[in-house]
């Protein structure tokens, strides 16, 4: 199969990824805070818009709506150093536990918690090579 021609430069911001996550929740502030405390986000907030937030390489949108959208909780899978250490900082930020962290049959360890908005929060950690 031939591979797609590289779409023109100036399409989308620079260094932004073709796919962003988009969170939608009634408490901005909140919602990018456990994920500064849990995954180390740096969050820029942005008043007339969404807050960006970056964790590793990857960037999520965070936004209240705007009035036109209604709060949805998501369900991200994150990589991280530490997938035990992760899970420990987002239960004492409030999180319940899914599933206890655990090493799954495809190379992953991993764990999972739902935040007090809703959202579900795997975090992993590749063991296999």
């Known amino acids: 199969m031939a591979k ?3 779409p023109s430069p100036g399409f989308q911001p620079p260094g932004w990824p073709t796919v962003i ?6 408490d901005v502030a909140g919602v990018t805070g456990f994920m500064r ?3 180390d986000a740096e969050c ?3 008043g007339e818009g969404p807050a960006e ?14 009035g036109m959208r209604e709060a949805k909780p ?4 994150v990589y991280v150093a530490d997938a035990d250490a992760t899970y420990r900082r987002a239960i004492k930020a409030g999180a319940v536990v899914v599933e206890e962290p655990v090493d799954m049959p495809y190379g992953d360890r991993r764990a999972m918690v739902r935040d ?7 975090m992993a950690t590749r ?3």
């Open 44 to 46: 820029t907030l942005r």
């Open 21 to 26: 996550p988009r969170i939608m929740t009634n």
């Open 74 to 77: 998501v369900f991200l899978y």
């Open 37 to 39: 405390s849990v995954f």
């Open 116 to 122: 007090i908005w809703g959202n579900l929060w795997q």
């Open 53 to 66: 937030v970056r964790i590793g390489d990857s960037l999520v949108m965070v936004s209240d709506g705007g």
């Open 4 to 6: 797609e021609p590289s």
């Open 127 to 129: 063991r296999a090579r």
